[in-house]
């Protein structure tokens, strides 16, 4: 199981970060533009320190601007830890072939089992499906299927879903087998704190006082 927090707050990062569970990062340009993070090389590289001060092991920055070869070259240059996320439509497998880097690459805006075929068919570390919003343009019932079909077609490139809007959503997928998740830092802030949980953790504190 991978986890990845998918934001650009730091504020969320720095609640999480001493959890131990959580792989990486991914972020994107309208995740920064929530966050009130400046879209730019000079802040996305103050974010790859601060994430790996905190401890995460990977941080996965998309590519932006008119030049998304030079773009993805100098998000890997930031650091190791880096990986450089690519749209999977044409300009983006050009691009991706130019940078050269197919295991710090992770495709994203995936909707078909085509891109996810071509994805692994480049070598890509990671590709990114979009599971509510292929759900909310067509069907629960065709997005699942479409992810199950996705699922086969992955070969050795990791499926890292992500576009998802409740726990429900991770949980079903988590069910039928998917295993490496971004999540929305309204997820991941308290998807580990059922009230049934919260109310046994009370049960036991109550019951050591009257030990």
Not at 3 to 32: C, E, M
Not at 103 to 131: D, E, I, L, N
Request: with cysteine; proline share 4%.
């Amino acid at each position: 199981m991978k986890l990845f927090l998918d934001t650009a707050d730091t504020r969320v990062w720095d609640q999480l970060a001493d959890t131990g569970y959580w792989h990486g990062i991914t972020t994107n340009p309208l995740l920064l533009q929530r966050a009130g993070v400046p879209c730019t090389l000079k802040s996305l590289s103050a974010l790859y320190q601060h994430a790996m001060a905190m401890g995460y092991g990977e941080l996965h920055i998309q590519v932006f601007g008119d030049d998304w070869v030079d773009c993805g070259r100098a998000i890997l240059a930031m650091g190791p830890n880096t990986r450089v996320k690519v749209p999977a439509i044409a300009r983006g497998f050009k691009a991706a072939d130019a940078i050269g880097s197919p295991t710090r690459t992770t495709f994203t805006a995936v909707y078909s089992t085509g891109q996810v075929m071509a994805a692994s068919a480049f070598g890509a570390a990671y590709c990114a499906p979009y599971y509510a919003r292929l759900s909310e343009a067509t069907s629960q019932q065709i997005a699942d299927q479409a992810f199950d079909q996705m699922a086969v077609a992955t070969g050795n490139t990791e499926l890292l879903v992500a576009s998802l809007r409740n726990v429900d959503q991770v949980a079903a997928l988590a069910g039928r087998g998917f295993s490496c998740f971004a999540l929305p830092g309204a997820i991941a802030s308290q998807w580990t704190d059922p009230a049934l949980a919260l109310e046994a953790v009370s049960d036991f504190e109550k019951a050591a006082v009257l030990t």
